[in-house]
């Protein structure tokens, strides 16, 4: 289970993930600069902790390196909200808790990812009703995988 990251820590690895591409500590300062004085040492220092605690991997780049996420920030986000569900001795009464502080977006987010996961559990057969409102496949009785033709 991944420790939260501390404050700084966050702030650089929000960047990181945003930007969805290898970066270099001067990048990530100059962002950081516009909302707070920080120095170009320590926004080193904080991706070589963050390379050590495995959050980045890093490529060498002439004389400076250049980080990248080794996971998403949905990937971080549910393992801390795995590690919170498990360590409760009432994981049913914890996600209620949980749901009844949700706002309706996040529970209608919610249930859509529910409705997700159990679509990948159970998936359409091609006679379904849910395959047959695909016009590819009502014209293709053999399914969307076959194409007339091919």
Known sequence: MPRPLGELEDAVMT????????????EVLEDLQQERSIAY???MTVLDNLHQKGWVRREAEGRAYRYEAVSTRAAYSA??????????????AALVAFFGMMSPQQREALSDAVRMVESHEN??????PANQANPENRANPDGPDR????
């Open 147 to 150: 194409v007339a033709g091919r």
């Open 15 to 26: 960047r990181v993930w945003k930007w969805n591409r290898p970066v270099t500590v001067r």
């Open 79 to 92: 393992a801390l909200m795995n590690e919170a569900w498990s360590q409760s001795d009432n994981p049913a």
């Open 41 to 43: 040492t320590t926004v």
């Open 123 to 128: 998936p359409a057969s091609p006679a379904s």
